[in-house]
């Protein structure tokens, strides 16, 4: 599943952009089971329908604990890949926090902290459906890089509906990036801040992430968030 990707270009991609595509991440079949999931009611903590918060349209679950073992499989192997970018983002930001080399030390971390509710969940946007510009960060322990997997096809299950990110760079005006995802791929983006060298050495970029208006149909992704929440 993660092994046939060239993680020293996803490492040269977030660096540079602050985002990295991961094609084919999830077989179709992964895919259409993953997304049916989320008519189940067991499995899940919480149900969140955007608008009655201000998030947007749509609505998402987050799964509970124990995950089913597709997702912590994954979310276990995108920590072990992510986590030596994460690292060094965390040295060059000027933060003492180093991310343990397993996964389960680092989700014990957060748990001691309070944040010992799970983050991994199934997005479902119908037309008119869209997610506001926001960060995924849930308390004071936070894994700078996340990833959200595209469970359907664009143009066959749904048009519109576009993964959108924003880049803030001081004194600088906002840069909008529209990732081109088909049916399994992933995007690996940053959660909130990321460094990025300037003449006096590195400097802070926050970015933010978010989908447009789901013109007809029905998409599904999966969020893998990799620190727990409060």
């Not at 094609?23 to 067991?42: K, N, S």
């Not at 990833?147 to 924003?166: A, M, Q, Y």
């Given at each position: 599943?993660?092994?046939?990707?060239?993680?020293?270009?996803?490492?040269?991609?977030?660096?540079?952009?602050?985002?990295?595509?991961?094609?084919?991440?999830?077989?179709?079949?992964?895919?259409?089971?993953?997304?049916?999931?989320?008519?189940?009611?067991?499995?899940?903590?919480?149900?969140?329908?955007?608008?009655?918060?201000?998030?947007?349209?749509?609505e998402y679950r987050y799964f509970s604990y124990p995950l089913p073992d597709p997702i912590e499989t994954l979310r276990t192997g995108l920590y072990?890949?992510?986590?030596?970018?994460?690292?060094?983002?965390?040295?060059?930001?000027?933060?003492?926090?180093?991310?343990?080399?397993?996964?389960?030390?680092?989700?014990?971390?957060?748990?001691?902290?309070?944040?010992?509710?799970?983050?991994?969940?199934?997005?479902?946007?119908?037309?008119?459906?869209?997610?506001?510009?926001?960060?995924?960060?849930?308390g004071e322990h936070v894994f700078p890089i996340q990833v959200t997997i595209l469970l359907s096809e664009p143009g066959r299950d749904f048009t519109?509906?576009?993964?959108?990110?924003?880049?803030?760079?001081?004194?600088?005006?906002?840069?909008?990036?529209?990732?081109?995802?088909?049916?399994?791929?992933?995007?690996?983006?940053?959660?909130?801040?990321?460094?990025?060298?300037?003449?006096?050495?590195?400097?802070?970029?926050?970015?933010?992430?978010?989908?447009?208006?789901?013109?007809?149909?029905?998409?599904?992704?999966?969020?893998?968030?990799?620190?727990?929440?409060?």
């Amino acid at each position: 599943m993660l092994g046939g990707h060239d993680w020293s270009g996803v490492e040269a991609s977030l660096e540079s952009d602050g985002w990295a595509r991961l094609p084919g991440l999830l077989d179709v079949g992964a895919c259409r089971a993953t997304a049916a999931r989320y008519g189940c009611e067991e499995g899940f903590r919480s149900r969140v329908v955007m608008h009655r918060h201000g998030f947007g349209r749509g609505e998402y679950r987050y799964f509970s604990y124990p995950l089913p073992d597709p997702i912590e499989t994954l979310r276990t192997g995108l920590y072990a890949s992510l986590r030596p970018l994460a690292n060094s983002w965390n040295q060059r930001l000027g933060s003492e926090v180093r991310f343990p080399q397993a996964h389960a030390e680092f989700l014990s971390q957060c748990h001691a902290a309070g944040q010992s509710r799970p983050t991994p969940l199934l997005l479902k946007y119908g037309p008119g459906d869209y997610n506001r510009l926001h960060q995924d960060l849930y308390g004071e322990h936070v894994f700078p890089i996340q990833v959200t997997i595209l469970l359907s096809e664009p143009g066959r299950d749904f048009t519109g509906g576009e993964f959108v990110l924003t880049e803030q760079r001081p004194r600088m005006q906002s840069r909008a990036t529209v990732v081109p995802l088909r049916q399994g791929d992933a995007v690996a983006f940053a959660v909130n801040e990321r460094p990025v060298p300037g003449a006096r050495g590195d400097y802070r970029v926050k970015m933010r992430h978010g989908v447009s208006a789901v013109m007809s149909g029905a998409r599904h992704t999966l969020g893998i968030i990799l620190h727990d929440a409060a």
